[in-house]
């Protein structure tokens, strides 16, 4: 096929031809690539109809006399409903029995179904649990679902979504097989960055959604912008404490097998990982990940705190965990608070990385050091920005 020269005309008379984003990305993948490029698509598809406009949901749900009965008949329906925030509107005809859902009745509610699908598909608890990031917790005696994500699934799958956050919480399967494809950057490349500002009393709220701090943390952009402003402890008061455990070197190496690098480490059991540090076993008990040896990906992105307005932004890499974070700081002098460490695939996060450093005000070391450049004074509108770019890609 010939080389063609997207011109912003070519472009707009290209997708004229289109009724729908995805009917263009499909039809004519690379106008469509070369438009998201130079941001023109919001421009050039101001024509298009979503699949599902407001009329086609009304229209679908119409039929239906109870929220179950909509999830079971028409998943595709209920599933836009949702995530254009229309349940209320559209389903305001329904025979709807309000439920105040507790981590215990979600629970027992899960434990009714097998799988995550049929979880899905019949019962609005799984939306709750997602929403307050326990599905995990809730889902653990469910068998695996065996679908087998192939490029085209998973491209076909991640464009119904307008973010890597509501990608990654909607569709974690498809969400994970396109990590472990490399194609996570072309899956979500049509995803707007959403910037958001979050107040003590919107930090506060959003802690609410949450059981544990865990589950806050890996929620939540507003979890590392309440550590950095000294309210953590505060909106975290209603959370439950997992029992103490009194980690002995003996017992860390046991935990430490069960993880395939340093990150997985730290985000699945950060109390062990820190424990292992403050007891200087960590590089021991993590021999086995042969993170040294490994070639780095650079696929993850970082925040931490150094001083007072003063974070440290960077890249490092899934087998590295946040090695090269207590590297640089040590070289530093300082302490590190860490802020947010995230996997968003290599090509996302050298992007990341450089819109992040756009933020903030430059800090100016006397001598120079691996990293110095990248220090950022930041007020607090800014750290939240620069959490959310990191979240929601």
């Not at 990654?168 to 990590?179: D, E, G, I, N």
Request: glycine share 4%.
């Amino acid at each position: 096929m010939p080389n063609i020269k997207w011109t912003e005309t070519a472009l707009t008379k290209e997708a004229l031809k289109y009724q729908s984003k995805i009917a263009f990305k499909k039809g004519s993948n690379g106008a469509y690539q070369a438009a998201h490029k130079r941001g023109l698509i919001s421009q050039i598809c101001a024509h298009m109809e979503s699949k599902w406009t407001y009329d086609k949901i009304k229209q679908a749900v119409s039929q239906y006399k109870t929220i179950k009965e909509l999830r079971a008949n028409n998943h595709a329906a209920y599933k836009a409903a949702y995530r254009r925030g229309l349940i209320d509107d559209v389903c305001s005809h329904m025979d709807r029995l309000t439920t105040s859902w507790t981590y215990e009745m979600i629970l027992k509610e899960a434990n009714q179904y097998t799988s995550r699908s049929e979880f899905s598909i019949n019962s609005n608890a799984y939306q709750m649990a997602a929403k307050r990031g326990i599905l995990d917790d809730v889902c653990s005696h469910m068998e695996p679902q065996s679908i087998s994500w192939t490029e085209d699934m998973i491209l076909d799958e991640a464009i119904t979504f307008d973010s890597r956050s509501e990608f990654k919480r909607m569709s974690p399967l498809a969400y994970v097989a396109a990590q472990r494809r490399g194609v996570l950057d072309k899956a979500c490349n049509h995803m707007d960055l959403k910037y958001k500002t979050w107040s003590d009393e919107e930090i506060s709220q959003e802690a609410k959604k949450y059981h544990t701090r865990a589950k806050f943390r890996a929620g939540s952009s507003a979890y590392g912008v309440a550590t950095t402003r000294g309210i953590l402890d505060k909106v975290c008061s209603h959370m439950e404490y997992t029992e103490r455990v009194n980690w002995t070197p003996e017992l860390l190496a046991k935990e430490a097998l069960k993880y395939s690098t340093r990150a997985e480490f730290y985000r699945t059991n950060n109390n062990a990982y820190c424990a292992a540090r403050r007891l200087g076993v960590l590089d021991k008990i993590t021999e086995h990940l042969g993170y040294l040896s490994t070639y780095n990906t650079r696929d993850m992105v970082y925040i931490w705190h150094a001083e007072n307005d003063m974070f440290k932004v960077g890249i490092t890499s899934e087998n590295l965990g946040d090695k090269r974070i207590y590297d640089v700081a040590r070289d530093a002098g300082f302490e590190p608070k860490i802020v947010i460490l995230e996997n968003i695939g290599t090509e996302g996060a050298i992007k990341i990385e450089k819109q992040i450093l756009k933020l903030g005000n430059p800090v100016f070391f006397k001598q120079k050091f691996a990293g110095s450049s990248e220090f950022r004074h930041f007020t607090q509108d800014e750290l939240g920005k620069a959490i959310e770019i990191i979240k929601t890609r």
